[in-house]
């Protein structure tokens, strides 16, 4: 089993499906995490300004309608360029996520997955 984050903090996530949404929200609360929670891009980038000191992580689906994920990951950064980015898609990785995580700060994890999946991509990305 993957060694769970120790270090706790806000997290915004952002994805078009509800259930990812509630699934993952109740993982990562359950970690000890605060978590926004949002299909909005507009409110994910208020909540990010809101909550600049507080949020450390942004976990994005890849495939939104209006908005790509590797998007608002860019405009995330220009808020707070030192924030790690977690790509979700059940569409694999694009040239556009590589090229961010080449660049650091930034993770894929492929959907479906698991609880022990999110535990480990969340804590290696935290603990870099």
């Known amino acids: ?3 769970e984050p120790t270090k706790r903090g ?8 509800d259930l990812i949404l ?4 109740k993982v990562l609360e359950q970690l000890g995490y605060v978590v926004h929670q949002t299909d909005d891009t ?22 939104m309608p209006g908005i790509e994920g590797s ?3 860019t405009l995330m950064r220009r808020i707070k360029p ?3 980015i977690l790509f979700s898609s059940g ?20 959907k479906p997955f698991t609880r ?3 535990v480990a991509k969340v804590s290696k990305l935290l603990s870099e």
């Open 116 to 118: 022990e999946d999110i």
């Open 82 to 84: 030192d924030l790690k």
């Open 42 to 63: 507009t409110l994910a980038l208020d909540t990010l300004r809101r909550r600049i000191d507080n949020v450390s992580l942004a976990i994005l689906d890849v495939v």
């Open 10 to 17: 806000e997290i915004i996530l952002v994805d078009d499906e």
């Open 91 to 110: 569409y694999g990785i694009t040239d556009e996520i590589q090229r961010q995580m080449r660049a650091g700060n930034t993770d894929f994890i492929a």
């Open 22 to 25: 509630k699934l993952g929200r």
């Open 71 to 73: 998007d608002l990951a």
């Open 1 to 3: 089993m993957a060694q």
